[in-house]
């Protein structure tokens, strides 16, 4: 460990020197004793350790991140305690512990100069209020003396007297080791500057103390405690066994007095979704608390980014580092949350640790079990008597509580509480808030809160004598109880994690190199395991650096030997509770599981604390020259290098340790061989893997040149660009495994959720992209404000030139009415209209909502790219916006980020229409009938009816002469029908119908429904409306038809039909064995769509009436082998089951021998087709054949449609109407249908109201 001193430059170099050091300090309207100067390190010792080499910046800027500060006699000069951490590149810690205290200033130059400086200031001060008071119109006398009394109060308050004043100037001591042994570290540093400050001198030197701990005070080993002797007091330090959670020293109790539970979880859910964490106080050791406290929680998982829980002032411009980070700032108290320029809010949790409040980013999703969690926590703060909501006046009330505990209230006879009779605490806690907004909720959801319990002590514990103090022990005690509640939530969450880790197939080698492209989880199958509400935190979870490299970890060390610390403790955990749940249910389940492991945690610690294993050596005295080691009083002094320079040679610690060192060495011997790689390649590999996600850990905390600046931000654009790659290549890889599967190849792996997270983490990587390099932040998105600048800028230009484009408009609606091809008008593609659609959606309120909904379109409408470009492409806006370095001015980086969005384009995204269903759409229809029977003779009224995944419109004149519309509606989805019909008035009431198309007005998407035949009555089949079943199109299809030979995605059935009407011959015949192919496709397609996760299944329509749909293949069935009569007669299936009701209807029930389900089996048949005879709609044969065939499919008591084919293929009417090949005589082909069939059985089929309109059964 090394120890130095940090103080003023003394005034050797005169007044000169110091005032110019003053420029460092913050500003010049403060008065001089408010400004901070530069401090510098004056002394450490040992000079050099081998492990840990000494950074003379970092340590001179943690201890005093702000400076050097001076007071006079009349300020408060408490002593000052703060941690440090300083974190090396390859991402090893080491711990600092300061303790800054006040020496009065003995050189006389440092005190004239800071009478000058005062000197000056007044001056300006004066200077400054004259000429704002003379500025004035009416300078008339009264504020003359209003100015005089300001002055005079001016130099009383900022004023230092030399003759009058005391000066004192800031010095620090500190300690820096290798462990967080925070407690210990702040006795040592409290003994050593008590030994200078009080009036008797200490009994050895200060030399023998420090010597003592520097040389002769070992780290405590795993799993023991030691004692060691202070200046005044003994002090005592423990360390967990390698089979406890991890060593951590801060007091957790403090983090939830300053916060509240609340607070404290969500803040908590940030931290492991990786959102950018800022924490605002005035006290450097609460940053550290909070932060370290956060990152202890977490186990078994590690902060892998920038994390810098006390920013220096100098560091400031690190705040618009565009990656994931937890950083401390220092307020000075004065300033509010409003007046702090941060670069980038889109995706920031800002936490103002002093005033008990917390700014969440939005959409931040639940903590699962969050409640439960909530309240397990709360029990354990309410046995040590620290409220749930916190304590704002946490340092005062700090004291008292932590000696009232719930045990000692049962004890208490005088209360009227006997021992032996359980405390009522749910009456000492219905005061509480946090437990009576706990209640409400539960109450909610309907469990009872009675049974809250408090922990009591158990007797055993009060038998053990503990070595340190009470406060101490009880510290100790909540830490470990809060901290195994949080370790338990993760055990449980991932308890079978390990059957989800892909094991690498090639050599470790080929796996390090390529391992950014290897899925190292089975991501999708674990969340299919998730109870759904898991589900929007774990698959955002899933998708952080520290569940990757926490999975790489476990990959990495195969066998016990060389598994990570941490990993080792989680596994054997996980082991436990697996042993426990022998059968799995549990991990299936929301079910909440308290930790069960606190009693046997609490014990190690307090036999630990009662059984001291080591004590070190005495402080001593040392070998020094005779009038070495006298000081004054007051003043810590510089102290004598040689004593401490070097150890003692013989140390029987130094002997204890080398073994351990072979140890090691052996180890890694073996671990080598595992990895059948030298040590050197092993530690690049470490090394790389460390650096894997994050590029840098923390800022280099050296003078920062304007090159160490630049070299910083081009290291952020690099990571920028790389993150980007990844994340649009993990998004495609999803989505066309997805789309490969819905072609029947592969395994279905991306869930609704899971796409909506990676969509969300796009946002966020735009929302860190546009805020890096900022010159002026306004709103809390970066994007959206410059998006919003672009808009500003065009429409001015559009008022200045005039609008030219309205004409445009006019002249698009006449080319409608004359020329009727079904190609719509493109829709234009604007950037500015699309951020108009987001602008009038009053649903979304804030900027960071329309940036994302901005995007989200853009995906949809495959303009991402597109768009950006066109934003970025007017430089002078990027210019006026951004500092040179910006990600946005790279214009190498810009070109490649553009270029990895383009990709998107690729696939097909629905993420704008699924994600805000409630929103009113413009939608465009227009009917297209053949050109070659002239429609425009027809003269009855048409009219539609559009319905989609989300709700249909319900009937919608047209007008006839235009045959086009647009018309708004809540959002329909997806389109998947559309039924059109008309009224039969008029002379000419018969409509040949080519297609209708469809198109939504926001996102472009367009559907074309395919008809191709009559409506009318005594043509065709005499229909007048049809169902057409909708299919998306492609926008430059039109274009690509002649050359493309790939067949449409799906028609209408009747699509095939429509040569039947003008010659039933010309359709190409299918034999047998097709006719069965497609009826197995067709209920395949069913089977798979009952399978898929409930919110990302298509239409079921499509699968019952599309081209290749049920209808379309039964259709197949029963056209096969069926006899016409004569030429230009067309003879419909319907014709033939009619007959087939005729004949069941006839006949008496009572002469058929088959049997009862015969009987019952004609009966619905008949019932049926009967209702849909008796229907008020005209939906021609064809449509009825269709509705018989989707009723058979969905009546869920007893799908019938098996049923009735085999009643047909019995009925005496097939023979007449059947030749004798065809497939419905052959009874080996008719009971292999009928079990393809039977399959549809487990399902429930439910059908879109279009469909099945005014039918009654």
Not at 303 to 322: G, R
Not at 502 to 530: C, G, H, V, Y
Not at 1093 to 1111: D, I
Not at 1212 to 1230: C, F, N, R, S
């Amino acid at each position: 460990a090394l120890c130095q001193f940090i103080q003023a430059s003394k005034a050797r170099d005169g007044v000169g020197r110091f005032v110019s050091s003053a420029a460092e300090g913050e500003n010049f309207e403060q008065s001089p004793l408010r400004r901070t100067f530069k401090s510098k390190v004056l002394a450490h010792y040992p000079e050099n350790v081998e492990w840990n080499p000494f950074d003379q910046d970092a340590v001179g800027m943690l201890c005093m991140p702000k400076g050097l500060s001076f007071k006079t006699q009349a300020d408060p000069r408490e002593p000052q305690f703060h941690s440090f951490i300083i974190t090396r590149e390859d991402g090893s810690r080491t711990f600092g512990f300061a303790l800054t205290f006040y020496e009065e200033v003995t050189s006389k130059q440092i005190c004239s100069a800071m009478q000058t400086l005062y000197h000056m200031h007044n001056a300006e001060q004066y200077d400054i209020l004259h000429t704002s008071t003379t500025n004035g119109k009416d300078c008339d006398s009264s504020t003359e003396d209003c100015n005089e009394t300001s002055i005079s109060k001016l130099q009383r308050f900022n004023s230092y007297d030399i003759g009058r004043d005391t000066l004192y100037v800031s010095k620090c001591i500190c300690l820096i080791t290798p462990m967080s042994l925070m407690q210990a570290c702040k006795k040592v540093l409290e003994q050593l500057h008590q030994a200078v400050t009080s009036p008797q001198p200490p009994p050895l030197p200060l030399e023998s103390y420090i010597y003592n701990i520097l040389y002769e005070v070992p780290l405590p080993p795993a799993g023991r405690s030691l004692k060691f002797s202070g200046v005044y007091g003994s002090i005592i330090c423990q360390r967990p066994s390698t089979s406890e959670l991890p060593l951590f020293d801060f007091p957790l109790n403090e983090v939830f007095e300053l916060l509240g539970v609340e607070n404290m979880v969500q803040l908590f859910t940030c931290a492991l979704l990786e959102i950018q964490i800022l924490l605002y106080s005035q006290h450097y050791q609460r940053l550290m608390t909070v932060a370290e406290s956060i990152t202890a929680l977490m186990f078994p998982f590690q902060w892998q980014h920038v994390y810098v829980p006390i920013l220096p002032a100098s560091l400031l411009h690190f705040l618009d580092a565009p990656v994931p980070y937890l950083m401390g700032l220092h307020s000075n108290g004065q300033d509010d949350r409003s007046k702090l320029e941060l670069p980038q809010e889109a995706n920031l949790c800002f936490v103002d640790v002093d005033n008990h409040f917390i700014e969440l980013p939005e959409d931040l999703p639940q903590f699962p079990n969050k409640l439960e969690f909530i309240q397990e926590i709360s029990e354990i703060l309410m046995a040590f008597g620290i409220p749930p909501e916190g304590n704002l006046h946490c340092s005062e009330s700090a004291s008292k509580i932590k000696s009232f505990r719930t045990s000692d209230v049962v004890s208490d006879k005088r209360n009227g509480n006997l021992a032996g009779s359980p405390l009522s605490t749910y009456e000492l806690l219905k005061e509480n808030e946090t437990i009576a907004r706990l209640q409400a909720l539960v109450k909610r959801t309907g469990v009872s809160l009675e049974k809250l319990e408090v922990r009591e002590e158990t007797s055993t514990k009060k038998d053990l004598k503990v070595q340190c103090d009470e406060e101490e022990l009880k510290i100790h005690q909540l830490n470990i109880q809060i901290r195994e509640v949080f370790a338990n939530r993760f055990t449980q969450m991932f308890a079978d994690y390990e059957v989800f880790v892909i094991q690498p197939s090639q050599d470790k080698e080929s796996w390090f190199t390529n391992r950014e492209q290897m899925q190292n989880f089975d991501k999708a199958s674990f969340l299919s395991d998730q109870p759904e509400p898991y589900l929007p935190f774990l698959s955002r979870f899933l998708e952080t650096q520290m569940f990757a490299s926490f999975i790489d970890n476990k990959i990495m060390c195969h066998d016990e030997e060389d598994k990570d610390p941490i990993l080792r403790v989680f596994d054997s955990r996980v082991d436990k509770i697996r042993m426990l749940n022998v059968r799995t249910p549990t991990l299936r389940t929301s079910m909440y599981q308290k930790c069960t492991t606190i009693d046997e945690a609490e014990k190690a610690i307090e036999l630990r604390l009662a059984k001291i294993d080591h004590t070190a050596v005495h402080p001593h005295l040392l070998d020094m020259k005779i009038g070495q080691g006298k000081y004054e009083p007051g003043f810590f002094p510089k102290l004598q290098s040689d004593v401490l320079s070097m150890g003692p040679t013989s140390n029987k610690w130094a002997k204890r340790s080398a073994p351990a060192q072979w140890r090691r060495k052996d180890r890694q011997k073996q671990h080598t061989e595992h990895l059948r790689l030298d040590n050197d390649q092993r530690e690049k590999y470490i090394q790389e893997a460390r650096s894997l996600g994050s590029s840098i850990r923390q800022p280099k905390l050296s003078n920062l040149s304007p090159s160490v600046i630049a070299q910083t931000n081009w290291k952020f654009v690099e990571g920028l660009l790389k993150e980007c790659r990844n994340k649009t290549k993990r998004m495609l890889v999803e989505k066309m495994g997805r789309e490969a599967v819905e072609l029947g190849h592969g395994e279905v792996n991306i869930t609704g959720v899971e796409e909506n997270t990676l969509i969300a983490s796009l946002c966020d990587l735009l929302e860190r992209i546009w805020s890096h390099g900022l010159q002026v932040k306004q709103g809390k998105s970066a994007l959206w404000s410059h998006l919003f600048h672009y808009q500003e800028a065009k429409e001015k230009k559009e008022i200045t030139s005039g609008g030219l484009n309205t004409s445009g408009i006019i002249q698009d609606t006449e080319r409608r009415k004359s020329d009727t091809s079904s190609a719509m008008m493109p829709l234009k593609v604007s950037l500015i209209q699309d951020m108009r659609h987001i602008q009038n959606i009053s649903e979304i309120k804030t900027d960071v909502g329309k940036a994302r909904a901005w995007v989200r379109l853009s995906m949809e409408k495959k303009l991402l790219s597109r768009h950006l470009k066109q934003l970025l492409s007017d430089q002078d806006l990027t210019k006026k916006l951004y500092k040179r370095y910006a990600f946005l001015r790279c214009d190498d980086e810009k070109e490649q980020f553009l270029y990895h969005l383009l990709s998107f384009n690729a696939v097909d995204y629905f993420c704008f229409t699924n994600v805000f269903t409630t929103i009113m759409i413009p939608y465009h229809v227009l009917i297209v009938p053949s050109k070659k029977l002239g429609g425009s003779m027809f003269t009855a009224n048409p009219w539609i009816c559009i319905s989609g995944e989300l709700g249909e419109t319900g009937v919608l004149q047209i007008p006839r002469s235009i045959l086009e519309m647009t018309f708004e509606c809540q959002n329909l989805g997806k389109l998947t029908t559309v039924q059109i019909g008309h009224d039969n008035s008029g002379l000419y009431a018969k409509w040949l119908v080519e297609c209708v198309m469809v198109r939504n007005e926001i996102t472009g998407h367009a559907y074309k429904f395919s008809c191709g035949r009559w409506l009318g009555k005594g043509v065709d089949d005499g229909s007048l409306e049809r169902i057409l079943v909708g299919e998306l199109v492609t926008p430059n299809s039109e274009t690509d038809e002649r050359q493309c030979r790939t067949p449409p995605m799906q028609h209408s059935p009747s699509m095939i039909r429509r040569l039947v009407t003008i010659s039933p011959n010309s359709k190409p015949k299918l034999n047998t064995g097709q006719i069965q192919e497609s009826v197995g496709e067709a209920i395949n397609g069913i089977v798979k769509h009952f399978h898929k996760p409930e919110k990302e299944r298509g239409s079921l329509t499509l699968l019952l009436c599309g081209e290749t749909g049920l209808v379309s293949a039964l259709d197949q069935v029963f056209q096969h082998g069926f006899k016409s009569p004569r030429l230009f007669k067309s003879v419909f299936i319907w014709d033939f089951l009619e007959k087939a009701y005729t004949y069941y209807g006839s006949l008496d029930h009572s002469d058929l021998t088959q049997g009862e389900n015969w009987q019952t089996r004609a009966r619905t048949f008949c019932q049926f087709v009967n209702a849909i005879n008796s229907t008020p709609r005209n939906i021609g044969k064809d449509g009825k054949f269709q509705l018989l065939v989707c009723l058979g499919a969905r009546i869920t008591r007893d799908h019938l449609l098996h049923h009735w084919i085999a009643l047909l293929a019995d009925c005496p009417v097939t023979a007449q109407m059947y030749e004798d090949t065809a497939l419905i005589k052959d009874h080996t082909l008719v009971n292999s249908l009928i079990r393809v069939l039977q399959t549809l059985q487990e399902f429930n089929i439910t059908l879109e109201t279009s469909i099945v309109k005014g039918i009654d059964i």
